[in-house]
DNA sequence: CGGAAAGTAGACTATCCAGTCTACTCTCTG
DNA sequence: CAGAGAGTAGACTGGATAGTCTACTTTCCG
């Protein structure tokens, strides 16, 4: 009852899978075939799962939406722990997936608002918070400069990710992950936002 | 001679203004009779003056290709002249024809490589490289920490633009130009860069 | 005037696509 | 074995679209 049975039932599974992986490859504007067939499965069975093409792509959205959850627990040096948020964060942005799935929500958000604002708020500005939770901790104890930390965190994740995107996006470069970078933008912030003399 | 031959004249140029704001507004997918109509022409003069969608697609990228030209003199203060460049860089980024036009590149990337990179190369990577050459300037005089220009320059563009493109993109949302946002930028900025004790 | 150049309206072809429907097959279970 | 549940292949509808073609009109200029 294995191999076959499988086939039966997690065709759904295998539905969301492909959708994910095609609609962040070539956009929304991909045909209903192309998903059915990279999941090796009728196209009635895809209707079968799904309502309508606007569905499934919201599930696959939905799916995907995760925040960038990471240790920031702060007993530890500011430094080590911002380094690790910020290797996570690159990582997780610009990869491949991340960039594409980036494109995709850009590129359909007027057509899915409702969608779009999900995506951000529960993806880049869920690990802002986050991170702005952190630093204002930080800030509290003497360890960073006392600033906003909204817009300190803001800052961070500017310079963590804004240029290496573009270059992903529209350049379509690839090697993108220097570890050495993530230390470079962090010691910048650092600078920054390091405790210092004068502050109201 | 003037209203009647206008409108046979000058029908290229109102294609290509249609074109662009059709194209950005509505990306790629729009169609050849939406253009037409915009512009007030018969489908067949678009034709008569492109060759294809795609070739129209190109021209309106090309010609709307223009990178941030901003006074970055040098003589006068660093600060006052970064904060003209970084007011002057979100208004053309943040603005709704630039958030418009970044949307369309990027969905569109893949189908147009290197319409794509030209776009990245003369616009982003183009106002990138002058604004490294101003701040190695200033670095050499002294006004500035001594440290890798193009990496500074990376930092100062992403802080100015990276989260609120975020949120013209995703969150739809339009108040993003409060000058007061270009002032924190730019003094956080100075802080990380302001010359200090230790450089190599 | 008369012809060339440019524009216009709209029919037409060929393609593609979302979504429906039907008739069939497979597999598991009672 | 028999029937239910799920999957499959493929025809079909209705609509949209890029690009071509034709027949007509307007404008300009010699």
Do not use: W
């Not at 980036?102 to 993806?123: H, K, S, V």
């Not at 952190?134 to 500017?158: H, I, V």
């Not at 804004?162 to 690839?174: A, E, F, K, S, V």
């Amino acid at each position: 009852m294995s191999t076959i049975s499988e086939t039966h039932h997690d065709a759904r599974q295998r539905l969301l899978e492909a959708a994910c992986e095609v609609f962040r490859n070539e956009g929304y504007q991909v045909s209903i075939d192309r998903i059915a067939q990279r999941a090796q499965v009728a196209r009635q069975t895809l209707y079968n799962h799904f309502p309508s093409k606007e569905a499934l792509f919201a599930e696959v959205v939905h799916q995907g939406i995760q925040s960038v959850l990471v240790t920031l627990d702060g007993d530890s040096d500011v430094r080590a722990t911002l380094l690790a948020f910020g290797n996570a964060y690159r990582e997780k942005l610009l990869s491949p997936q991340g960039l594409a799935l980036f494109r995709t929500m850009a590129a359909e958000a007027p057509r899915f608002p409702d969608l779009a604002r999900q995506f951000f708020q529960q993806g880049p500005l869920a690990a802002r918070k986050r991170l702005a939770a952190y630093l204002a901790r930080a800030m509290e104890r003497g360890a960073l400069r006392r600033d906003d930390p909204d817009f300190a965190a803001e800052m961070l994740t500017a310079m963590l990710a804004d240029t290496d995107r573009l270059r992903g996006l529209l350049n379509h470069q690839t090697d993108l992950l220097k570890p050495a970078k993530t230390a470079q933008v962090v010691d910048c912030f650092l600078r920054a936002f390091a405790p210092g003399k004068d502050m109201q």
